[in-house]
């Protein structure tokens, strides 16, 4: 059989000393945050690009998504002034996008040259689609560096044409 329960004493012992161990908390909130502006520069781009990135067609393919199908038909330089896209574009419902939606990627530069608003003075450059006509859309953009256009982004549905070469006048 077991004994009588014999409780022993613990020994008092004195608090330790932690006032030279604060260097280790800032050191690793400072790794924390660093590495968190790491991953959120470095790491989130591509991760949210590659679940939420733009659909890639190749020049001369059309769109078809979202009760939409959309083609390049043409790209050309309007003298020195811009270059001038043309799309067929056919819609199951009415579409109005807006000029901020399209925009022009050219090969030399990293920024994105935006759709000039539509004008009277051109033909077919009215973004208000009707439903379940075929027609073409016009489309101008202002030179502001030099470079040969290279794609054409369209923000809803988030598309990347890649555009044919340039039509010579």
């Known amino acids: 059989m077991t004994g009588p329960v014999v409780r022993r004493p613990v020994p008092e012992s004195e608090p330790e000393d ?5 260097g280790c908390m800032v050191a690793g909130g400072v790794l924390g945050i660093v590495a968190g502006i790491l991953f959120a520069f470095f790491l989130m781009p591509p991760l949210l690009h590659h679940y939420f990135g733009e659909t890639e067609v190749a020049a001369g393919s059309n769109y078809s998504g979202s009760g939409k199908t959309i083609g390049v ?13 043309q799309l067929e574009v056919r ?10 939606d399209f925009q022009l990627e050219l090969s ?9 608003p539509p004008s009277a003075s051109v033909a ?11 027609r073409t859309l016009v489309l101008r953009f202002p030179v502001i560096q030099a470079g040969q256009p290279k ?15 340039l039509d010579q006048p």
């Open 73 to 85: 038909v043409s790209v050309r330089a309007v003298g020195g002034e811009g270059y001038e896209v």
């Open 108 to 116: 030399s530069q990293s920024l994105r040259v935006t759709a000039e």
């Open 124 to 134: 077919d450059s009215s973004l208000a689609l009707a439903p379940g006509v075929e």
């Open 151 to 165: 794609a054409l982004h369209l923000s809803n549905p988030r598309v990347r044409f890649l555009l044919p070469a």
């Open 18 to 22: 932690t006032s030279g161990r604060r």
């Open 91 to 100: 819609t199951k419902d009415a579409w109005t996008p807006a000029p901020d």
